[in-house]
């Protein structure tokens, strides 16, 4: 079993940046796929970004080139570094993951292990 852990949500003005943590504890041995997910209120969750096990990312549209996903395979850590914040940016962040060592599509039928989210909230 895995436990997922996100912090470092909160409320920034557009055009600012935070970064979210996700803690990793649990069986850690094994490769995961790991994702970042959002959903806005009245909205369907939607991916993010996605990193493999062997750090290749994977983006939407809507945030490349503003955000960025990484891993600390040493602190079983992931990041979501989040800059040049939108409104629309705002939501609740969840992080994700599976074990494989596939590339998986970001869509969380895919994702087993889930945290419990850390809202973001970006205002103009």
């Known amino acids: 079993q895995v436990q997922l852990v996100e912090s470092g949500g909160g409320s920034v003005q557009a055009g600012g940046s935070l970064r979210l943590s996700c803690a990793v504890s649990?069986?850690?041995?094994?490769?995961?796929?790991m994702g970042w997910f959002r959903q806005a209120p009245g909205k369907e969750r939607e991916g993010v970004a996605g990193?493999?096990?062997?750090?290749?990312?994977t983006y939407a549209d809507s945030v490349k080139g503003r955000f960025r996903i990484s891993q600390d395979n040493a602190k079983n850590t992931l990041y979501l570094q989040m800059n040049s914040l939108k409104p629309e940016d705002t939501a609740m962040y969840y992080c994700?993951?599976?074990?494989?060592?596939?590339?998986?599509?970001?869509?969380?039928?895919?994702?087993?292990?889930w945290g419990q989210g850390t809202q973001v909230t970006v205002s103009s």
């Open positions: 649990g069986y850690t041995s094994v490769r995961y796929y």
């Open positions: 990193i493999d096990s062997n750090g290749g990312t």
């Open positions: 994700a993951a599976e074990a494989t060592r596939l590339i998986l599509p970001l869509r969380d039928s895919f994702f087993r292990y």
